[in-house]
């Protein structure tokens, strides 16, 4: 297939669109390549490694203004490896797990574990949402704050089952995008790679006195923990300012760009206000589009942060993003397993909204000269 060449005028500053690894902002980098060599290539149980450990958990609870008593926690490994952790050393007996993309589909399969008894899993069609409800004898409600998957947003509120139980939220792609209330969660798990501007490997989570104690009580069982995936072993470690094994101190020195960039811009309300205004340029131009619309039917469910949009199917949507791609214009094809006849666009808070309405320029060049 020929690409279109976009006359120059309709091309973004920065055509990054993509959803994970995310846009990292130049600024960062720059920093990275002026500062980094005071931590990079030292010893992660001294003071200047830790220090920024300590500056980026500071920073984090700053950001989603942490209730009182609740905590900062950071190990090795990303979300997928908090999947395991929490089935060892966060679930009691029995999680729920809403199920309405890729994310919650993978913890769900992690809360299978043989010692817990088989989660209740509630799934929905792919654009939709599931809905947690209170049942006898589950000890952690867990679902996505954000699907990057299918663009499916979820409200955070607190599951009021069983005395002692916990709501667990995979904020991967949400933290830092999408403004919400913490004490709302007892569990707010995430990797840095999204709205957060940073690198893959390590994992965070903001938790609350509750799921403390459950950590440690479990780790006081006669459960089997492995090292590597103890919760407990990350609560420790982190307050101290470290991690179990070697961090990855440059994504530690990114993130902490980010976190000051936000908050020196007005923090979670600033950024959500931000995503807002980009997605928002996108579902309205679907919208009113004769051969696009929102993946995602009901707009209270369509995510700030992860935008899809189906084409008609007299349109090839993968020539769109073979053609833009071929601009420099990236990482806008659909999500792999989804399969659909879609564009699927970041608009995490790193990416210009005025980036996203030239994006939406070079869609409509490239349709009508493809």
């Not at 890729?102 to 399969?109: D, H, L, N, V």
């Not at 090292?227 to 094994?245: G, I, V, Y």
């Not at 619309?293 to 700030?304: K, Q």
């Not at 791609?325 to 659909?340: F, H, S, W």
Request: aromatic fraction near 8%; include cysteine; charged fraction near 20%.
């Amino acid at each position: 297939m020929s690409h279109v060449a976009l006359p120059p005028n309709l091309l973004p500053a920065d055509g990054r669109f993509g959803c994970g690894p995310s846009k990292i902002r130049p600024a960062q980098l720059k920093a990275l390549a002026q500062s980094g060599w005071s931590v990079l290539g030292t010893s992660h149980r001294q003071a200047p490694v830790k220090n920024l450990v300590g500056s980026v958990r500071e920073h984090l609870g700053e950001l989603f203004t942490l209730p009182e008593g609740y905590e900062i926690i950071v190990g090795n490994g990303g979300s997928t490896a908090f999947w395991d952790a929490a089935a060892f050393g966060l679930i009691e007996h029995r999680a729920q797990n809403l199920v309405f993309g890729e994310f919650g589909g993978k913890f769900a399969a992690a809360a299978a574990a043989p010692w817990l008894t088989a989660p209740d899993v509630r799934k929905a069609e792919p654009g939709t949402r599931a809905v947690a409800e209170a049942v006898e004898g589950v000890d952690v409600y867990a679902w996505p704050h954000n699907e990057t998957s299918t663009g499916v947003s979820a409200p955070i509120a607190r599951v009021h089952g069983d005395e002692g139980a916990l709501t667990v939220i995979d904020a991967t792609s949400a933290a830092g995008g999408i403004d919400f209330s913490l004490a709302e969660a007892d569990v707010y798990y995430f990797a840095p790679q999204k709205n957060l501007g940073s690198d893959g490997g390590l994992w965070f989570a903001a938790v609350s006195p509750a799921a403390i104690d459950r950590i440690e009580r479990i780790a006081a069982s006669d459960r089997y923990i492995p090292e590597f995936l103890s919760l407990k072993n990350a609560l420790d470690n982190s307050r101290l300012n470290q991690t179990l094994n070697t961090p990855a101190v440059s994504t530690l020195f990114l993130l902490e760009e980010q976190l000051t960039w936000m908050l020196s811009n007005g923090g979670l309300a600033w950024a959500d206000a931000r995503t807002h205004e980009s997605s928002d340029a996108l579902y309205e131009w679907a919208e009113a589009s004769s051969f696009a619309t929102p993946f995602v039917a009901n707009p209270a469910d369509r995510s700030p942060v992860v935008v899809t949009i189906d084409f008609d199917e007299s349109i090839d949507a993968s020539n769109i993003a073979k053609s833009l791609r071929a601009n420099g214009v990236v990482d806008t094809e659909p999500y792999r397993k989804l399969g659909r006849n879609q564009l699927r666009v970041a608009t995490f808070v790193s990416i210009e909204p005025d980036d996203v309405r030239q994006l939406i320029r070079c869609i409509d060049y490239t349709l009508k000269n493809l």
